[in-house]
């Protein structure tokens, strides 16, 4: 059955809803699932902007069937060649043998990297500011290099002012009927899984965003189009002052997470002290995250969203407990900086875990700060160390309210 929404008097979105799929890029969960967008402009030629997942081509091909009539598809514009959009695009030029394909020097390289026949497809290549109309409808391409990939581009209806804007602003969480963020309340539903996808799949290229979201804010913009997740049409700014926060690596909220790795609880009842003694002084904006029990995608996105991280880990094996090194090691790859760090340490002997972590967040990340107030645990914190927690909670306080 197709499956298609209006968008604006002559464009479509053709895309798919996934929920079958567990683990995004086989990696990141995604118990909300994703939307794999695709739009569909009907214009004196027909264009196809992007394309999706092979899991939903048949979704697809049903949208573009139901809307075309039995006319030819025109145009294919691949603003993104990642598999979770491009995969289906191989049957796209089976079907519709006319159509050209518009696309970067570096799509074309993509498609016969993936095994792409394109032989009888007039391969239209474009570059930064060219503009190509299609009746009453006039693109202008950007280049937004690494905004994943570095054959992506963003395309802009000067006509309808549609932003078309490959994963950028792209969310978790599939649409399920609902295509516009205002048929939703998306801070409540979506927000969450919007910083989630950003930070982890985009978070690593906050300069090439910061170059983008410079250049898109030349275009009069009254609609941003993304390849997942709603269509934005009201309240814009809010959203781009989100990413923006987020491509700067600066903290969206005074607050604090604490991340502990503890296997036996006396890790854990050490920080659910911290957490009690920090709401004691008036600090509201904490968060516990057991790393053992919590995806490291979350972990990230936590740690984008707030100014102050608490780490306590307990030592193993004479190292960071693994699952909290690999924390350490996934902030270090998506080019997390600019947050304060406090300390906690717990071993029965041989205490490592703090000095190890210490050293990471200095020699490894950029831009962090580190408070003074460590504490060691031996085993477990007993209650004549109590004031090692306060002096910890002071110092995090005095640090918040800086
Ligand atoms: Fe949604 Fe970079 O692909």
Redesign the pocket.
């Known amino acids: 059955m197709y499956c298609v929404r209006k968008v604006t008097e002559d464009l479509y979105w053709v895309g798919a809803n996934e929920h079958r799929l567990s683990l995004f890029e086989n990696i990141h969960p995604i118990e909300k699932g994703v939307s794999?967008n695709a739009y569909l402009l009907l214009d004196e030629k027909s264009v196809l902007v992007d394309a999706v997942d092979w899991s939903a081509c048949r979704q697809l091909m049903e949208n573009l069937e139901y809307l075309l009539q039995g006319k030819e598809l025109d145009y294919l514009v691949v603003n993104?060649m990642?598999p979770?959009?491009g995969a289906s695009i191989q049957e796209i030029l089976k079907t519709y043998p006319k159509v050209k394909i518009i696309g970067t020097v570096k799509t074309f390289m993509l498609m016969k990297q993936f095994g792409f026949h394109t032989e009888g497809h007039e391969e239209i290549t474009v570059k930064e500011g060219d503009s190509y109309s299609f009746g009453k409808h006039n693109f202008t391409f950007a280049m937004a290099p690494m905004v994943?990939?570095p054959e992506?581009m963003v395309s802009f209806d000067q006509t309808n002012g549609v932003l078309f804007s490959?994963?950028a602003f792209?969310t978790f969480g599939a649409l399920d009927g609902k295509l516009f963020n205002d048929e939703m309340d998306f801070e409540r539903e979506l927000l969450e899984e919007a910083r989630r996808y950003y930070t982890n799949?985009v978070g690593k290229y906050g300069p090439h965003v910061q170059a983008l979201l410079k250049k898109a804010a030349k275009f009069p913009i009254k609609m941003i189009a993304p390849?997942?997740g709603p269509v934005w049409r009201n309240n814009l700014e809010w959203f781009i002052e989100k990413h923006d926060k987020w491509s700067r690596y600066e903290a969206e909220e005074k607050g604090v997470m604490i991340a502990y790795a503890s296997m036996y609880g006396n890790t854990e009842s050490a920080v659910q002290a911290l957490a009690a003694k920090l709401l004691e002084r008036g600090i509201t904006n904490v968060k516990l995250y057991d790393v053992s029990n919590t995806h490291v995608s979350v972990l990230i996105s936590e740690s984008f969203r707030v100014s102050h991280i608490v780490l306590a880990s307990v030592t193993y094996n004479m190292g960071i407990y693994p699952i909290m090194d690999n924390f350490l090691h996934d902030m270090k790859a998506l080019n997390q900086q600019n947050r304060t760090f406090a300390i906690i340490e717990n071993g029965s002997w041989a205490s490592k875990s703090g000095d190890l972590m210490e050293a990471f967040i200095h020699e490894e990340l950029k831009n962090m700060k580190i408070l003074n107030e460590r504490i060691g645990i031996s085993s477990a914190l007993l209650s004549d160390k109590a004031t090692h927690l306060d002096a910890m909670a002071d110092c995090i306080a005095s640090s918040l309210n800086e």
Do not use: F, P, S, T
């Open positions: 794999y993104h990642e979770d959009h994943h990939w992506v490959a994963d792209g799949i390849l997942h």
